[in-house]
């Protein structure tokens, strides 16, 4: 019922001409879009952020998995890397040095695994991390 309503919502938006249902909170759009902007700040550029491959998960679409692109520091396109986005966490796929200095790939790894899942997938000890 409550997803019907905010279709209606959304159908009664677009209508009117004034946005897109990713202005209407509880929608799938909506929250893509606010992963979108967690994961864009967290980038060297982030208006150069590139999307693909983006999937909601959850009754309310808390939990946001995808890839992004985005410009490195000598302006160049770093190449996609997957993110995960849930409202108390934020995280892209380390890469390079970055995914050496703190074990980074195997939390990421556990992340993606327990928030990337519909449910969510299995707890994972990150003690061997």
């Known amino acids: 019922m409550n997803g019907r ?20 909170p509880g929608t799938e ?6 992963a979108e902007r967690r994961v864009s700040a967290q ?15 959850g009754a309310q679409h808390e939990r946001v998995c995808g890839m992004v692109n985005g410009r490195n520091r000598m302006g160049g396109y770093a190449g996609p890397v997957r993110f995960v986005s849930a409202p108390s966490l934020t995280v ?20 993606a695994a327990f928030y990337c899942a519909e449910p969510l997938g299995p707890a994972i000890a990150t003690a061997g991390c």
């Open 5 to 24: 309503l905010l279709s209606l919502a959304c159908a009664a938006a677009l209508g009117l001409g004034t946005g897109g249902c990713d202005r209407v």
């Open 43 to 57: 980038l060297i550029d982030p208006e150069s952020a590139m999307f693909s491959d983006v999937v909601a998960y």
């Open 92 to 111: 892209i796929e380390p890469s390079g040095n970055d995914a050496e200095d703190y074990g980074g790939v195997c939390l990421f790894e556990a992340a």
């Open 29 to 34: 759009a909506y929250a893509i879009r606010e």
